[in-house]
Every structure is written in structure tokens, then in C-alpha cells.
């Protein structure tokens, strides 16, 4: 898949592509229904495939080019999204960008996306301008779970209050983040539970609590199950910063430095405070017993999709 970071300013383009244009800032199966929609007609058609989106998002749910390359995925344009797009009209977006420089011969948005400065773009513009220039615009329905509309909005409020379920079902696959393992205070080893600590690469994790995972390290080929703690703790200056910490089961290998995937399946609690290292470490044993039940109910499958 082609990625430009600045399509405005390359001449490197996907040409007459079939084209869509959105935030994609979490890629739930609403956002994945246009694109596999647009991959298709570009197929049949023997045109690119391109989806045109900005950055930054305005809260990134997961990075959207992992799913497009999977969903193949001709061309990712990112449109920066700085102080100058801003005061882009959409009547210039589209004559400067889709007719000029992309010439694009199809566009499928969302019925309700709006674009340009002031959100003065919207579907109708959109085709009236593609009936002038000669490209075709498709508007596409909403999808639903059990009459609800799924959108970036449903996913990133589910995944704060820990609905992980719920959340599996608006993204299509179980929810992930990304990150570095870290170099922690050692305080689980001290009293009995090494864990992992995370450095997310992602803007947007659950709320703070304590969650069944599966855990994936680079430098091993498989999933681990782990129980990870999201919380805070005090830093400088009183201000407190967000840890996650996983203890993975039955595992006793080295893996600081090393890049780890951590999929969340349910929330077993939420974050609280404990009067002794004693209660602290007896939840700890209650946390793990629940979760090697959750795995015995639903032993690990790939984890990538909805469980």
C-alpha cells in the first residue's frame, strides 16, 4: 500500500482512483464497509483504490493503516491537518485536490461526512460538483448493531467504560493497543506478581481498572494470557501519569525493550484502593483465578478478531 504523508504538496498520486475521504480514527466496521466498498468498484473498474483522511486525528482510536493494508488497500493519503488546510474551503478541496491533482473518478463518503472549512462540504456538494467535473459520488447508509448506529464516537466512549464486548462488536475484532515494553519500578515482583509495563502507542486506551487480556510479544510467536491493570500513579509536581501494567500467566522470560501487542477482552474491575500489601495481593489472587476462568471458557484464538 502506497502511503503519502502530504498528498497536497506530491505529484506521486493514485490518479483517477476510486476514492473515499474521512477521519477513519477508529475503523469500526461502519468505516470498513465503505472502504471494502471502494476496493471493490475499483477492481471491477481496473483503477487505485485510495482512501484520503487527515491528520492528526482528533482522537485515535487504533491507527487505520494496519486495516487498510489488510483490506488491500491500493493508496493511504494523509492530509495534514494544519493551520493552513484549515481555512481551506471544500470548494477548493474539491477542485484543487480530487479533480486537479487526483482527478478522481469515483467518491463514496458517509451520508452525514462534512469537510472543508466551517464543515461546509457535505454529500450534496460533493455531487453536484461530480456531476460538472464528470466523477460519480455514491452516499453510503449508516451501520447499525441492534439499531444502533456505530460510529468513532460509540467505540470511544465504550472503550472508556471498559465494554469490551461491545466495542469487539463496532470494530469487528478485539481491541488492541500497541506498544514498548518499559522499564517499571518492579514493585508486582516484589510481592510476588511481576508484570509488564507498556509504553502505548496509542492517544486512546480503556479507563483505569483492571482487565482479562491476551498479550503478544514480537520476539514470541504466539499469545500469552495476562491480567493487565490500567492506573495512575504520582509523578513529579503532583501530577499523576496513566501505567499499564501486565502480569502475564505462567510466563518468565525477559522481554524488556521488546514490542507487545495487549488485546482486552472484559473488565474484571474497576481501579481501587487497597489498605494493606496484604488485601492488595489477595485481589491480585482473585484478579488471576477469574481470568484463568474466562480462559477456560474461551481458550485463545487469533486473537485479531471478536472473542
Not at 26 to 45: D, F, L, P, S, Y
Request: glycine share 8%; aromatic share 8%.
Amino acid at each position: 500500500m502506497l502511503v503519502l504523508t502530504d498528498p497536497l504538496r506530491q505529484t506521486d498520486l493514485p490518479r483517477g482512483c476510486v476514492a473515499t475521504i474521512g477521519n477513519f480514527d477508529g475503523m469500526h466496521i461502519g468505516h470498513q464497509a465503505i472502504v471494502r466498498g471502494v476496493v471493490e468498484r475499483a477492481r471491477k473498474a481496473g483503477r487505485p483504490s485510495a482512501v484520503i483522511t487527515f491528520h492528526p486525528h482528533p482522537v485515535s482510536v487504533v491507527a487505520p493503516d494496519r486495516v487498510l493494508r489488510e483490506m488491500d488497500v491500493d493508496a493511504l493519503l494523509v492530509v495534514p491537518f494544519s493551520h493552513e488546510f484549515s481555512r481551506w474551503t471544500a470548494e477548493r478541496f474539491i477542485q484543487e485536490f480530487l479533480i486537479d491533482a487526483l482527478q478522481v473518478s469515483e467518491v463514496r463518503i458517509g451520508h452525514d461526512f462534512c469537510f472543508g472549512a466551517g464543515r461546509e462540504g457535505n454529500l450534496a456538494m460533493l455531487t453536484a460538483a461530480g456531476a460538472r467535473a464528470g466523477f460519480v459520488v455514491q452516499g453510503l447508509d449508516d451501520v447499525r448493531i441492534r439499531g444502533i448506529r456505530v460510529s468513532s464516537s460509540i467505540v470511544r466512549n465504550a472503550i472508556m467504560k471498559g465494554t469490551m464486548r461491545t466495542v469487539a462488536l463496532a470494530l469487528g475484532r478485539t481491541y488492541f493497543i500497541d506498544g514498548r515494553v518499559a522499564t517499571g519500578r518492579r514493585l508486582g515482583r516484589k510481592i510476588g506478581f511481576p508484570t509488564v509495563n507498556v509504553d502505548p502507542a496509542n492517544d486512546l486506551f480503556p479507563g483505569n481498572g483492571v482487565f482479562v487480556t491476551t498479550s503478544r510479544f514480537e520476539s514470541f510467536n504466539r499469545c500469552f494470557e495476562s491480567v493487565t491493570n490500567i492506573g495512575v500513579r504520582p509523578t513529579l509536581y503532583e501530577n499523576y501519569a496513566t501505567t499499564i501494567e501486565s502480569h502475564i500467566l505462567d510466563f518468565d522470560s525477559n522481554v524488556y525493550g521488546d514490542t507487545v501487542r495487549v488485546y482486552f477482552h472484559e473488565l474484571l474491575r474497576r481501579e481501587q484502593q487497597f489498605r494493606s500489601a496484604l488485601e492488595l495481593t489477595n485481589q491480585i489472587r482473585m484478579d488471576i483465578e477469574r481470568s484463568r476462568r474466562y480462559f477456560l471458557r474461551r481458550p485463545i484464538r487469533v486473537a485479531d478478531r471478536t472473542s
